[in-house]
């Protein structure tokens, strides 16, 4: 099942410059615990602002840049159609996590989404996540979040049958 996780502002930022616009202890720490142990899909870019491979992680990485550019325990894939075709019907979640492409490409296939919404607008983001419309989704508070001056919800969105 593909599920997305992603923080954004009111405004649908995801990020600046190639990188987060916020980085919240408490967010980094939900995305460390709920990816451990599962597959997670994201482009070139956000791979690199890794800065590593994740521990405790399978890395599949849609790019069109060559694999020769990856260290060897990332599977690389250069095919939206080649990633959903092998990873569609696993029944534990694949996380989409980023950035803004990959989510597009992924928005209307995933089951689920855990989103940890800023109650802020980041007037120079350059990466934003797409539009959600509230009647696909169920949802619900996990976690709220108050820390460096930061207010965020983290919610887990269900998608409607």
Do not use: C
Not at 42 to 61: A, C, D, I, Q
Not at 75 to 95: G, I, L, M, N, Q
Not at 130 to 159: C, F, S, T
Request: no cysteine.
């Amino acid at each position: 099942m593909f599920t997305i996780i992603a923080a954004i502002g009111r405004s649908n930022e995801l990020g600046k410059d190639g990188d987060l616009i916020w980085h919240l202890p408490s967010d980094m720490k939900f995305f460390r615990e709920t990816t451990s142990g599962h597959t997670i899909i994201m482009g070139r870019k956000t791979f690199e602002s890794l800065g590593r491979v994740l521990p405790n992680r399978h890395h599949v990485v849609l790019t069109h840049a060559d694999e020769s550019f990856f260290p060897e325990e990332v599977e690389v894939v250069h095919s939206f159609a080649e990633v959903y075709t092998k990873y569609r019907d696993v029944d534990e979640d694949v996380f989409i996590i980023g950035g803004g492409e990959i989510y597009r490409l992924f928005f209307s296939y995933a089951e689920k989404m855990y989103l940890t919404q800023v109650n802020e607008i980041h007037f120079n983001a350059d990466t934003f996540f797409p539009e959600i419309d509230a009647r696909n989704w169920d949802v619900r508070d996990l976690m709220k979040i108050d820390e460096d001056g930061h207010q965020a919800v983290i919610r887990e969105y269900i998608r409607k049958k």
